[in-house]
């Protein structure tokens, strides 16, 4: 598996990448941070780089997040409400 290193992301990203996988909708994430659609769908495609996988993927019923975007969810929630976002 792809070991991130954390030079390679910024907490913007880490935000972006939380309000996703939660939500599992860009325009919602998006507003979540106050950020455009387009942005948000941008900063996506940086993660999807970043972590070498898609993350998220259209399904008929919306998004929904690959086995590593699972894997992410939880320990970048608890991460990020030990920092204080």
């Known amino acids: ?3 991130i290193q954390l030079s390679e992301i910024d907490l913007n990203q880490l935000t972006a990448l939380d309000a996703l996988l939660s939500e599992r909708h860009v325009a919602r994430a998006a507003s979540r941070l106050g950020l455009t659609p387009s942005a948000m ?7 999807r780089t970043t972590f070498e996988d898609d993350l998220l993927v259209r399904t008929r019923g919306g998004m929904a997040l690959t086995p590593r975007g699972e894997q ?8 990020l409400g030990e920092i204080g976002e």
């Open 72 to 79: 992410l969810r939880r320990p970048l929630r608890r991460v």
């Open 41 to 47: 769908s941008h900063a996506l495609a940086r993660l």
């Open 1 to 3: 598996m792809h070991e």
